[in-house]
């Protein structure tokens, strides 16, 4: 895997505009891995596509991650600031796709008199899923495509026959396995002590950083080329110190 360049930001920007989120995470890998197909990229569990866009953001952006939240006690404004490292804890050594170990394809666990057998989610699972508006809807869809064995007292029952807990229990059983699918962060009031567990979702996070930087290397192509007459390309493929210099040049 290999850093976003400007000219890639510019093409994902153009490609995964309008589209879902699980469509515009796999785009950015696509572009830093030309290599790998597609087909591979979609068969990731979301632990592992997070991981590697965690390892992509930090490659093109840096290790540090800044965002806002409101303290749920006191209603204090607070900034956080946190390192892509922490997030990706142990997942750090084993992520590039050339070099990734796949998360062990079936895990089997007892509940009560149930005997289940599970593989993890992909991005090809939950792409199945994106027209289901009803969340429970969903996740027992979710649930008939990663089931891969459901017994109970020795006898295979159909999916559609577990309960509602047993089904809670398999979805949690799922982020145990797969830890980097649930991404949180511990966050600390400084104005009044309060600690609590932040959601933090780095598809939504890295593409608002992509469009951004984008929209900013538009406007850079514009000056750039109406001042010069440079192509776009020649003008994407300086170093970002070198076109602030000709912009300056330009008194932008
Ligand atoms: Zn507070």
Redesign the pocket.
């Known amino acids: 895997m290999r850093a976003l360049s400007a000219s890639d930001l510019l093409q994902i920007w153009e490609h995964g505009r309008g589209k879902t989120p699980i469509e515009q995470a796999l785009a950015i890998l696509g572009f830093a891995s030309p290599h790998v197909p597609a087909a591979d990229l979609w068969q990731l569990t979301i632990g592992q596509r997070d991981a590697c866009l965690l390892y992509l953001r930090e490659l093109t952006f840096g290790a540090q991650l800044k965002g806002l939240a409101n303290?749920p006690?006191?209603g204090?404004r607070l900034e956080l600031a946190f390192d892509a490292h922490d997030l990706r804890g142990q997942a750090a050594p084993s992520l590039d796709f050339e070099t990734m170990k796949p998360i062990p394809t079936e895990s089997s666990f007892k509940l009560d008199d149930y005997e289940l057998s599970f593989r993890l989610p992909t991005s090809a699972d939950l792409r199945a899923l994106i027209m289901q508006t009803d969340m429970s809807q969903a996740q027992r869809g979710l649930l008939e495509a990663c089931l891969t064995s459901v017994k109970k007292d020795r006898e295979t029952i159909p999916v559609n026959s577990l309960p509602a807990e047993v089904a809670n229990a398999i979805v949690e059983k799922m982020g145990q396995v797969d830890p980097l699918a649930d991404l949180t962060l511990l966050a600390i009031?400084p104005?009044?002590g309060?600690t609590w567990r932040i959601v933090f979702d780095i598809v939504s996070y890295f593409w608002d950083e992509i469009q951004a930087w984008a929209g900013r290397l538009m406007r850079e192509v514009h000056v750039l080329a109406s001042a010069y007459g440079w192509r776009e390309a020649d003008i994407l493929a300086m170093s970002a110190w070198r076109r602030q210099r000709y912009l300056e040049m330009v008194g932008t």
Request: aromatic share 0%; glycine share 0%.
């Open positions: 303290c006690a006191c204090d009031c104005a009044c309060h």
